[in-house]
């Protein structure tokens, strides 16, 4: 049976577009549209559960924007996988990559490596900063020294993990507790020929280190959770790459690896969006 999702769509000025979009990912939209108006904008996100309407009410209060604009209806999966298609589309990223969906016919230009990818209802397109910062960073880092063994902690689509393959690492773990994530992970490996290098899983549990490189898109609460953890799986001279939070957050993400011995080398920003490249000293 198709799983139904909630979308919550609200009416803001363009001022808050920024402001509320970022909201929305935050509060687990899995992707966000954004129908842009001369003055006014509709944002729409999609909830698997009940769409967080109250804090949004908050959030537009605190903005000093007007309270009138919220309105939600139920989808079905089907409906939702088709109008989140019309929003993915191929990207070049960094020097060497692109990524493109699996519907797209455009080869990629010559001499990039193509990550192929039907997103389904996983997160991971290529279309978000954080998504497109992590692929930027695993590319320098294979750019230094060969990827051997990769962790993509919260794969979604499967998006870095394949990027990590497809830059020649030999084995890649991906882990995701969302059985409709871990799924689309697998599929897109099988797509992208490198199935074989993949393991996917629903937690951090069966996986051991060393790695080269530890990609880690998620929030900021969950990260400094598991930064500990992610410590004692990164190789002395490995890469911990982590995203998924704004600027706001960024300070108490980078005291919580420092606490761990993981130093920020690399700082990408994109619109509010940090992502930060940490190594031992
Ligand atoms: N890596 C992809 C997707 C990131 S979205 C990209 O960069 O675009 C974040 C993913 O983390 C979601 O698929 C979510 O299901 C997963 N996630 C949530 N909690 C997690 C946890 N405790 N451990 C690992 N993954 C988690």
Redesign the pocket.
């Known amino acids: 049976m198709a799983r139904s999702w909630a979308e919550l769509s609200v009416r803001v000025s363009n001022r808050h577009i920024e402001a509320v979009s970022n909201f929305l990912v935050e509060a687990g939209s899995p992707g966000i549209e954004v129908r842009e108006g001369s003055a006014n904008s509709e944002i729409v996100g999609y909830f698997a559960g009940m769409p967080p309407i109250t804090a949004l009410r908050r959030l537009l209060a605190d903005l000093g924007a007007r309270l009138d604009g919220i309105a939600t209806r139920r989808v079905d999966e089907e409906a939702w996988g088709e109008t989140w298609k019309r929003h993915c589309r191929p990207q070049t990223i960094g020097k060497r990559l692109y990524v493109c969906p699996s519907w797209e016919v455009e080869r990629a230009p010559s001499g990039r490596i193509e990550i192929v990818i039907d997103p389904g209802m ?3 397109t290529g279309d ?1 900063p ?2 497109r910062a ?1 692929l930027l960073l695993a590319e320098r880092a294979a750019a230094r020294a060969p990827l051997r063994r990769v962790l ?6 499967g ?2 993990a394949i990027g990590a393959a497809r830059l020649g690492a030999r084995e890649v773990w991906a ?4 059985p409709v ?1 871990r799924a689309a992970a697998t599929e897109n490996g099988e797509i992208n020929g490198i199935g074989g290098r993949l393991r996917v899983v629903p937690s951090l549990d069966p996986v051991s280190g060393p790695f080269d490189l530890i990609l880690a ?2 929030f900021a609460d ?1 990260l400094a959770e598991l930064a500990p953890r992610l410590r004692t799986l990164l190789a002395r001279t490995g890469v911990m790459v982590c995203a ?1 939070f704004v600027s706001a957050d960024a300070d108490r993400v980078e005291q919580q690896f420092a606490r761990e011995g993981l130093h920020a080398t690399q700082t990408i920003t994109e619109g509010d969006w940090v992502t930060l490249e940490l190594r031992r000293p």
């Open positions: 996983a997160f991971g978000h954080t998504t992590c993509d902690c919260g794969t979604g689509s998006i870095l882990v995701d507790p969302d994530a898109n998620l969950l998924g």
